[in-house]
């Protein structure tokens, strides 16, 4: 049993350059997000979405897009990357009903952006 | 919008020594409230949760947590810290609405002295 399963796993990127990070779960469910962690500031919410098809910003969405046309994927894609999205980056999915649902996360991708 | 405030950003412990992480939130509702824990490299494993009724929750690995609304705080203990201890812990509070996703603190790292 997969979980979520995030590739690459490590990534260097020159300023400027767009790169996709992909996500992948095989337990049908609903809700996927991606955050990223940085030092001393937790994980914080980057895009998240409720359904194929429905997609919506977190906290902190600039410089990054989603989409979901299937249940198991949700790719986040780095438009230009800046150093300032240097950063660990967790993907996460949960099954549908209220907040208590568990979520479950992949190993993370760690970009490094020079 | 709710908010997480882990005050410890770094502890240390002796092992066998008990342990105590604080976690203090801001939600205008009951919370629903999760310990997750990361250990290095990897990615974040569901410790407990607490969503409603008696309000010392049981999680894996011997940890155990308290809900206590009129301080609103969720701290995590344990009686007996083992050197596999060492990771860093993230307090979350699961929103209520259709996103349901979730808010993070900024994580506590335990660091066990032999």
């Known amino acids: 049993n997969a979980g979520v399963t995030q590739t690459p796993k490590f990534q260097v990127l020159k300023t400027g350059q767009s790169m996709t990070l992909q996500c992948a779960q095989d337990?049908?469910?609903?809700?996927m997000s991606w955050y990223r962690q940085d030092p001393g500031m937790g994980l914080r919410l980057i895009h998240y979405?409720?359904?194929?098809?429905?997609?919506d910003q977190g906290e902190v969405p600039n410089g990054y897009n989603v989409s979901r046309s299937t249940t198991e994927d949700f790719p986040l894609r780095l438009l230009s990357a800046a150093p300032s999205q240097t950063s660990v980056y967790f993907c996460?999915?949960?099954?549908?009903?209220?907040?208590?649902?568990?979520?479950?996360f992949g190993q993370g991708t760690r970009l490094t952006v020079v | 919008a709710q908010s997480v405030t882990q005050p410890d950003i770094h502890i240390t412990v002796s092992e066998g020594a008990s342990l105590e992480l604080r976690c203090n939130y801001s939600?205008?509702?009951?919370?629903?409230l999760f310990w997750y824990v990361q250990s290095p490299g990897q990615g974040l494993q569901l410790l407990l949760k607490?969503?409603?009724?008696?309000?010392l929750v049981q999680g894996i690995k011997g940890f155990e947590a308290e809900f206590k609304r009129s301080q609103s705080s969720f701290n995590l203990r344990k009686p007996s810290v083992h050197w596999s201890d060492a990771a860093e812990y993230f307090c979350?509070?699961?929103?209520?609405?259709?996103?349901?996703?979730?808010?993070f603190g900024g994580g506590t790292r335990l660091m066990v002295k032999p």
């Open positions: 607490y969503f409603s009724g008696d309000t």
């Open positions: 996460a999915s949960r099954p549908y009903g209220g907040g208590n649902t568990e979520a479950f």
């Open positions: 979350a509070v699961g929103a209520h609405n259709a996103g349901n996703m979730l808010t």
């Open positions: 337990m049908n469910h609903e809700y």
């Open positions: 939600y205008g509702a009951t919370p629903y």
């Open positions: 979405s409720v359904g194929a098809g429905i997609t």
